[in-house]
């Protein structure tokens, strides 16, 4: 079974700053199926980036995706009012076929 | 956009029954890949299972053989059968969209499922 891992757990930031948030496998993420989500209280997850890299449509280009093989991470270039929120990382293909992180909260400093 | 709306959360008793359902719009459904996801109050996200087009099903161990996945694409319709229902089922059902990659593209709203006698 894989296993994700996200650290930190909470990160406190100020407006403009940069975010960088960690995603790690248990093993090997086959063909760089690794997704990340945003959720903001009260509301349904929002796809932000696909293939481990790959915005999602709509997305803003300040969020990019990182990483290969068990060793992931999602940047926020500048953190906007709106991206304090929690986001989590997902692998998909190996068994069980879709796993989630615990998640990472950015909230405001 | 691709607009899902679920229905038929609600109170249920442990041991209960009961079936969710999720109508899709905006999309040629009957070749959609359709997923079920949970979140318990203040948790995290938890894959259910999947129906794939065609009608073929994975489900996640927790409700492996408690629960069942349907769809009826002249109805544009998804459905979650949960039996023999615990305490621990207690969440909020989203229906999904899986995307040709693999990534969960198109979330429902959501419907609240609470098991408690």
């Known amino acids: 079974e894989t296993v994700l891992t996200q650290s930190p757990g909470t990160l406190s930031l100020s407006p403009g700053e940069r975010a960088t948030l960690s995603c790690r496998a248990s093993?090997?993420?086959?063909?760089?199926?690794l997704a990340w989500y945003q959720q903001k209280p009260g509301q349904a997850p929002r796809l932000l980036i696909y293939?481990?890299?790959s915005r999602a449509t709509g997305i803003p280009d300040r969020f990019s995706g990182s990483g290969s093989g068990t060793d992931f991470t999602l940047t926020i270039s500048r953190l906007e009012p709106e991206d304090f929120a929690v986001y989590y990382c997902?692998?998909?293909?190996?068994?069980?076929?879709?796993?989630f992180g615990p998640g990472t909260k950015v909230d405001i400093k | 956009e691709v607009p899902l709306v679920e229905s038929g959360g609600g109170l249920v008793k442990p041991g209960g029954s009961l079936r969710l359902s999720c109508v899709a719009s905006?999309?040629?459904?009957?070749?959609?890949?359709m997923n079920w996801v949970r979140q318990a109050p203040g948790k995290g996200l938890e894959w259910v299972g999947r129906?794939?087009?065609?009608?073929?099903?994975d489900f996640a161990a927790p409700v492996k053989g408690r629960f069942t996945i349907s769809r009826e694409d002249s109805k544009s319709t998804v459905s979650l059968q949960m039996n023999s229902l615990k305490s621990e089922d207690t969440a909020v059902y989203y229906c999904?969209?899986?995307?040709?990659?693999?990534?969960?593209?198109?979330w429902g709203q959501g419907t609240l499922v609470t098991v408690s006698s």
């Open positions: 999904v969209w899986e995307a040709p990659e693999g990534s969960f593209a198109h």
């Open positions: 905006g999309f040629p459904f009957s070749h959609a890949w």
């Open positions: 129906i794939k087009n065609g009608g073929t099903t």
């Open positions: 093993q090997s993420v086959s063909s760089n199926y």
């Open positions: 293939g481990a890299s």
């Open positions: 997902q692998q998909y293909g190996s068994s069980p076929l879709f796993t």
